[in-house]
């Protein structure tokens, strides 16, 4: 099978500096890594270390049911109710475009979450939560990593790097919540519903975004075989 690696950006991503600040020792992903080994619950493709989990999950995005609003229940969305660390070349990019960005979006190394939500989320007339960076990306016709921090692109995927070239794809799931700082899958209806398409196949243009051209495709084959 063709190699796959992580692009030039993500590599960066991963390899940089923690948000100013964090003196944390970090979660403690090599653990996880030979519990989920020696469960067989990793299969390598293409030189990635994948988490089957992504392989079995549905997934779409369901903005509607998880806006933060009376009535939403126990939903919990990326937008409203995870913080999103940035790092200090996210917090430039950002930077470039504050003009266009609403006031208070910088919170401690983070986004700010101002009433509940990120700072830099609006509510659409048809109440479903929207990413403001999303749609500027759009308007100015570049790729959404060049304005929007990492975290947000990949959600609810997650790339840990190993060091020496070795790196793991796994996703918000019940065995990683914990080590990211989310809620439980259960909580979010985009990751909870068995109706929804194959992860692979909805975030497939990600995925190759993330490690080059024909990833989702492999993670496919290997996800029906
Ligand atoms: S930056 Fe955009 S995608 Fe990220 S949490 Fe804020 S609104 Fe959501």
Same mark, same amino acid.
């Given at each position: 099978?063709?190699?796959?690696?992580?692009?030039?950006?993500?590599?960066?991503?991963?390899?940089?500096?923690?948000?100013?600040?964090?003196?944390?020792?970090?979660?403690?992903?090599?653990?996880?890594?030979?519990?989920?080994?020696? *469960?067989?619950?990793?299969?390598? /493709? +293409?030189?990635?270390?994948?988490?089957?989990? $992504?392989?079995?999950?549905?997934?779409?995005? #369901?903005?509607?049911?998880?806006?933060?609003?009376?009535?939403?229940?126990?939903?919990?969305?990326?937008?409203?109710? /995870?913080?999103?660390?940035?790092?200090?070349?996210?917090?430039?990019?950002?930077? @470039? #475009?504050?003009?266009?960005?609403?006031? +208070?979006?910088?919170?401690? +190394?983070?986004?700010?979450?101002?009433?509940?939500?990120?700072? =830099?989320?609006?509510?659409? @007339?048809? +109440?479903?939560?929207?990413?403001?960076?999303?749609? *500027?990306?759009?308007?100015?016709? $570049?790729?959404?990593?060049?304005?929007?921090?990492?975290?947000?692109? !990949?959600?609810? *995927?997650? $790339?840990?790097?190993?060091?020496?070239?070795?790196?793991?794809?796994?996703? &918000?799931?019940?065995?990683?919540?914990?080590? &990211?700082?989310?809620?439980?899958?259960?909580?979010?209806?985009? =990751?909870?519903?068995? @109706? *929804?398409?194959?992860?692979?196949?909805?975030?497939?243009?990600? !995925?190759?975004?993330?490690?080059?051209?024909?990833?989702?495709?492999?993670?496919? @084959? $290997?996800?029906?075989?």
């Amino acid at each position: 099978m063709k190699p796959f690696t992580p692009n030039h950006r993500l590599r960066r991503w991963l390899g940089g500096e923690p948000p100013s600040g964090d003196q944390s020792q970090g979660p403690d992903w090599d653990g996880w890594l030979l519990r989920r080994m020696s *469960l067989g619950e990793i299969v390598t /493709v +293409g030189g990635v270390l994948v988490d089957r989990a $992504v392989l079995r999950q549905r997934f779409a995005c #369901v903005a509607e049911r998880c806006a933060p609003r009376s009535g939403r229940g126990p939903w919990r969305s990326c937008c409203a109710d /995870v913080e999103v660390a940035l790092d200090a070349s996210e917090h430039r990019r950002l930077s @470039r #475009v504050r003009r266009e960005l609403p006031q +208070g979006w910088e919170g401690e +190394g983070c986004l700010a979450r101002p009433s509940g939500r990120c700072a =830099l989320s609006q509510i659409d @007339r048809a +109440g479903q939560i929207r990413c403001v960076l999303h749609c *500027l990306a759009r308007e100015r016709g $570049v790729d959404r990593s060049e304005i929007q921090p990492l975290s947000c692109r !990949l959600f609810p *995927l997650i $790339v840990v790097d190993f060091g020496e070239g070795r790196c793991a794809l796994t996703l &918000v799931s019940k065995t990683t919540h914990r080590l &990211v700082g989310a809620f439980p899958p259960p909580r979010y209806p985009c =990751l909870s519903d068995d @109706r *929804l398409p194959p992860l692979p196949e909805a975030l497939k243009g990600d !995925l190759d975004w993330a490690f080059g051209k024909g990833f989702a495709r492999a993670l496919d @084959r $290997v996800r029906k075989a």
